[in-house]
């Protein structure tokens, strides 16, 4: 028998965590070579993390719940001697588990032989603690939130190994308002921050007072998802100026549309077409009319983009996903049907890859499909627009003829919301870009998807 372990996989560059949020297995378990043994949460994705082999769990080290670093040994497993005694490699992610077309896992070679680093000197000439360095040797993505908003991680203390700093924790502090050092040039002395108002690890005091639960109260900690959850969103409303506009949209005649051609659309492509598709074309070709609503505040500078990725909110069981459909510009109606339903399906199967969460330059969610009429969205960072699609019902509605005269007529009507960042977007950039949405729906063309 052999010995192996089962790692802690870094789902992307920037993280450096992961919470082991369930285990599929138990002690004792027999498993297959690519089964799924365990879940994890990061602030991007949750996934099932595979089997690197064959064999049986015989030790669990991390328990659920718990947040570890990138290449932790959370489990070892004995397999048959001659197996792939390989642990699952720290860059592993997702989509290695959900492929199935693989063969083999992946292998990764041994590293290649290193210098030895140089020692760590602190500002004032003399070398560094070993605290400092771990706590200064935060994931690519902190160190430039820290840099871009001026905070100097080393006065911080995270919640991370050996206090390294998070990204959650660096969001608290952002949150809080918690004052922190200018930015300054390469090689000039840092200013004293203020004291901040911290708890123990890292975690920013609430603002206001902590409920008590009363006697018969059930109190259940937030998972993993739904605490950074309410972290972006709160980050969201106090870094955007949100305004949201409403109107109404006329989706008879895609209903028809959609009607004539859905069973040949369906029997052709295997997909099911829902009106979601229409809505994301007529989204893409306003965003290249608009591209004020497909960019980015950065400081003093709006960065335009190039690429329109539209992200689609997903609501989970467990939470929420927002799953981004790269270059939606270059799809057809059918490209988009495809690519949605996809993404769709795999984000309730936990098979995303920490990609496929990410770059979003718009997004649209859909609480219509709950019933909802309308709603108030927030922004997803750092993007600068979010369009609601609320319930697809029909309605009476006032329709002027040809001859002038007004009629009752029955419409299937739809009511849009844009929450929009008004440090850059006007009302009238916002307005105007749901006008022509709203005009490509009502006159989309009448042809086979």
């Avoid at 771990?134 to 919640?159: N, Q, Y």
């Avoid at 959850?229 to 409403?246: D, E, G, K, L, Y």
């Avoid at 006329?250 to 997909?271: C, P």
């Avoid at 007004?406 to 739809?414: F, L, P």
């Amino acid at each position: 028998m052999a010995r192996i372990d089962v790692s802690m996989p870094q789902m992307g560059e920037s993280i450096a965590e992961g919470t082991l949020s369930r285990w599929l297995k138990k002690v004792g378990d027999e498993v297959r070579r690519d089964e799924p043994i365990f879940e994890i949460s990061t602030d991007k994705v949750d996934a099932e993390i595979p089997a690197p082999s064959a064999g049986v769990i015989v030790e669990i080290l991390v328990q659920e719940g718990e947040t570890v670093p990138v290449q932790t040994v959370v489990a070892r497993m004995e397999t048959e001697k001659g197996a792939a005694a390989v642990a699952a490699t720290p860059d592993a992610g997702p989509s290695a588990a959900a492929s199935a077309t693989a063969a083999t896992p992946a292998v990764a070679a041994p590293p290649a032989a290193a210098a030895p680093p140089a020692p760590a000197v602190a500002d004032d000439g003399g070398p560094e603690s070993l605290e400092t360095r771990l706590r200064t040797k935060s994931s690519p993505l902190v160190r430039k939130m820290a840099a871009e908003h001026g905070v100097d991680i080393s006065v911080l203390r995270g919640s991370g190994l050996s206090g390294r700093v998070t990204r959650k924790d660096l969001l608290e502090v952002l949150e809080k308002g918690v004052p922190t050092a200018a930015p300054t040039a390469p090689g000039s002395p840092i200013a004293p921050s203020a004291p901040s108002m911290h708890a123990p690890g890292g975690v920013a005091v609430e603002d206001g007072p902590i409920p008590e639960a009363w006697p018969g109260d059930t109190v259940e900690p937030m998972s993993r998802m739904r605490s950074l959850i309410s972290q972006h969103m709160t980050v969201s409303r106090r870094t955007s100026a949100h305004v949201t506009s409403f109107f109404e949209v006329d989706f008879t005649r895609v209903a028809r549309i959609r009607a004539k051609h859905r069973r040949e659309f369906e029997e052709a492509t295997g997909q099911k077409l829902t009106y979601m598709p229409f809505v994301i074309k007529a989204v893409v070709d306003g965003l290249k009319q608009f591209p004020i609503l497909n960019s980015s505040v950065a400081g003093d500078s709006i960065i335009y983009r190039k690429e329109i990725n539209i992200g689609i909110a997903v609501a989970l069981d467990w939470g929420l996903l927002v799953p981004v459909i790269r270059n939606a510009d270059d799809l057809s109606l059918t490209g988009i049907t495809r690519a949605l339903n996809d993404l769709a399906s795999r984000a309730r199967a936990k098979k995303l890859s920490p990609e496929e969460v990410q770059n979003g330059t718009f997004t649209i969610t859909n609480p219509g499909g709950f019933g909802s009429l309308m709603g108030t969205p927030i922004i997803n960072q750092p993007q600068v627009a979010i369009m609601g699609l609320g319930a697809i019902e029909k309605r009476p509605k006032v329709i002027t003829g040809p001859d002038g005269e007004d009629t009752i007529a029955i419409r299937t009507c739809s009511y849009f919301s844009l929450s929009f960042d008004h440090r850059i977007i006007d009302g009238a950039a916002a307005d105007n870009f749901l006008a022509y949405v709203k005009r490509q729906i009502e006159t989309f063309p009448d042809g086979a998807p």
